[in-house]
C-alpha cells in the first residue's frame, strides 16, 4: 500500500514552518495516540504521524524528502529511535496535561484549593444582609510537625530515586520506537520527599481537618444563586504558597406573599368590589414596612401599582428597585338576601341585564369559532 504524502498527513502545506510542523505533530499525536484514542486505526495513523513529524522536522531529511519523496532509496526513514527533537512521548503528555514540556517542581509553591459552603437565607435577610459566623471543615497546618509531616526531632530526606523532582523517566521499546514515558515517583509519591519517621498527629500529610469559624457579611440585594468569594478562606497553600478562597453560594427561600424580581417586588393585594368602584385608600405591607395606596374609583382587578423605592436593594449599589401592587377584585361566594336585592336593584339602575349581557358574549364566542 503506497504511503500518504508527509505534508498530507500532518494537514501542512510544502511550505509550513518549523513551528507549524511541531504545532499540527502535537496535536494528532495527541489526538491518535493508542493510550489515547481506543479506535482500531488509531495506532497506524499514529504510527504515520510519528514517522512524517520525524523526516519533517529534520531539516536534512526534509530536503530529501521534498526532492525525491518516497521514491529516495537512502532514506531509511521510519522505524526506531525517539521523536526527533521534540523531546520523547514525555513531551507530548506534558503538552496535553498543561506541562508545556517542563517538569513540574513539587517543591514549588501552589496555591490551595478553593472551597464552597451553601448558605439558606430567608427572604428578608436576602434582602437587607446580615453578617453572620459560618463553620467550614477544612485542612489546617498540623501543630506537631508544622506542616513538615515529619515526627518532631527528625528530617525530611530527599527521595534518592527521583533525586527531589517526583517524577520519574520510564522507557519502553515499542512497535512505533522508543517511548519516554514521566511517572510519578511511586517511591516518594510525586513529592520529592522521603520522610522517615512520620508525625503521629498528620500520618506524614502535614495538614489535619479541622473545622474553621469565618464571619462572612452578607450584601443587601443578594439573590438566590449568586455567590460571594471570600478571599484567602479556602484550603491552605503548598509549600508557602497562597491559601485558596472560598465561595458562598446562596439559597433564598420563597416567602409567602411577595415575589421577587431582580431588584423589585411584587404582590397582590384583595379589595371589595365597593372599593374598586368607589376607590379607597388601602394599607399595604413592604419590606419597609405598611404604607398607604390609594385606589381610585372605577379600578379593574389586575391593575398594577408602582410604590417607588419599596424594593430590594441592588447588591452591586446601583439603586433600589420598586414593589408592584397588583390589585384583585374578590366577588363574595356568599350574599345575604338584602345584598342580593341592593345589586339587582344596581343593576336595574345601571340598565345591565345579566342575562342579556352572557348571550351577547358567548355570541361573540360561537361567531369567533365560526370564522364570522
Known amino acids: 500500500m503506497s504511503k500518504r504524502d508527509y505534508y498530507e498527513v500532518l494537514g501542512l502545506s510544502k511550505n509550513a514552518s518549523k513551528e507549524e510542523i511541531k504545532k499540527a505533530y502535537r496535536k494528532l499525536s495527541k489526538q491518535y495516540h493508542p493510550d489515547i484514542n481506543k479506535a482500531a486505526d488509531a495506532a497506524d495513523k499514529f504510527k504515520e504521524i510519528k514517522e512524517a513529524y520525524e523526516v519533517l522536522s529534520d531539516e536534512q531529511k526534509k530536503a530529501h524528502y521534498d526532492q525525491f519523496g518516497h521514491t529516495d532509496p537512502n532514506?531509511?526513514?521510519?522505524?526506531?529511535?525517539?521523536?526527533?527533537?521534540?523531546?520523547?512521548?514525555?513531551?507530548?503528555?506534558s503538552t496535553f496535561f498543561g506541562g508545556g514540556g517542563r517538569r513540574r517542581d513539587p517543591n514549588a509553591p501552589r496555591q490551595g484549593a478553593d472551597l464552597q459552603y451553601t448558605m439558606t437565607l430567608s427572604f428578608e435577610e436576602a434582602a437587607f444582609g446580615k453578617e453572620t459566623e459560618i463553620e467550614i471543615p477544612r485542612e489546617e497546618e498540623c501543630d506537631t510537625c508544622h506542616g513538615s509531616g515529619a515526627k518532631p526531632g527528625t528530617k525530611v530526606k530527599t527521595c534518592s530515586h527521583c533525586h527531589g523532582t517526583g517524577q520519574l523517566n520510564v522507557e519502553q521499546n515499542t512497535a512505533f520506537?522508543?517511548?519516554?514515558?514521566?511517572r510519578a515517583c511511586h517511591h516518594c509519591r510525586g513529592t520529592g520527599k522521603i520522610i522517615p519517621q512520620k508525625c503521629s498527629t498528620c500520618g506524614g500529610d502535614g495538614k489535619v481537618q479541622k473545622r474553621k469559624k469565618i464571619q462572612v457579611k452578607v450584601p443587601a440585594g443578594i439573590d438566590d444563586g449568586q455567590q460571594l468569594r471570600v478571599s484567602g478562606q479556602g484550603e491552605p497553600g503548598v509549600n508557602g504558597g497562597p491559601a485558596g478562597d472560598l465561595y458562598v453560594v446562596f439559597h433564598v427561600r420563597t416567602h409567602e406573599f411577595f415575589e421577587r424580581d431582580g431588584d423589585d417586588v411584587y404582590c397582590e393585594m384583595p379589595i371589595t368590589f365597593a372599593q374598586a368602584a368607589l376607590g379607597d385608600e388601602i394599607e399595604v405591607p413592604t419590606l419597609h414596612g405598611k404604607v398607604k395606596l390609594k385606589v381610585p374609583a372605577g379600578t379593574q382587578t389586575g391593575t398594577r401599582f408602582r410604590l417607588k423605592g419599596k424594593g430590594i436593594a441592588n447588591v452591586r449599589g446601583y439603586g433600589q428597585g420598586d414593589q408592584h401592587v397588583v390589585v384583585l377584585v374578590v366577588t363574595p361566594k356568599k350574599l345575604t338576601d338584602r345584598q342580593k336585592q341592593l345589586l339587582r336593584e344596581f343593576s336595574?339602575?345601571?340598565?345591565?341585564?345579566?342575562?342579556d349581557d352572557?348571550?351577547?358574549?358567548?355570541?361573540?364566542v360561537k361567531r369567533a369559532f365560526k370564522g364570522e
Open 358 to 364: 352572557q348571550d351577547g358574549f358567548f355570541s361573540k
Open 348 to 355: 336595574e339602575i345601571s340598565g345591565q341585564n345579566s342575562s
Open 177 to 182: 520506537g522508543r517511548i519516554v514515558n514521566r
Open 75 to 93: 532514506q531509511g526513514f521510519g522505524g526506531g529511535g525517539d521523536f526527533g527533537g521534540f523531546g520523547g512521548f514525555e513531551d507530548i503528555f
